[in-house]
Nanobody, 123 residues
Framework: QVQLVESGGGSVQPGGSLRLSCAASGLRLDYFSLGWFRQAPGKEREGVSCTSSKDGNTYYKDSVKGRFTISRDYANNTLYLQMNNLNPEDTGIYYC????????????????WGQGTQVSVSS
């Protein structure tokens, strides 16, 4: 049984940082492309970042470039999202997701999902 468990969310002030984790069980993340998505209240789920297993590239939504960094720990089978200089527009529930073989921005292209972790940015 595949399970993805996110953690690391919380409440921070603008300019703050958080590091999200996504621990996987039931499959090896090495072989898959891994994405982070978020959903703000009343808005559609949107892609934030993705790391591709096929070409090793990483991709970011324009508004998070230079602030967010996606990475994976092969030994611990875990995906991370380091988020710096957060602003209120980053508020939402953050989800990790898995697909094969390449990255995609459409959320319905991903097969496995975590339950999400809440990120709130406000002063």
């Amino acid at each position: 049984q595949v399970q993805l468990v996110e953690s690391g969310g919380g409440s921070v002030q603008p300019g703050g940082s958080l590091r999200l984790s996504c621990a996987a069980s039931g499959l090896r993340l090495d072989y898959f492309s891994l994405g982070w998505f978020r959903q703000a209240p009343g808005k559609e789920r949107e892609g934030v970042s993705c790391t591709s297993s096929k070409d090793g590239n990483t991709y970011y939504k324009d508004s998070v470039k230079g602030r967010f960094t996606i990475s994976r720990d092969y030994a611990n089978n875990t995906l991370y999202l380091q988020m710096n200089n957060l602003n209120p527009e980053d508020t939402g529930i953050y989800y990790c997701a898995v697909r094969y073989p390449t990255c995609a921005w459409d959320w319905d292209a991903y097969r496995y999902w975590g339950q999400g972790t809440q990120v709130s940015v406000s002063s």
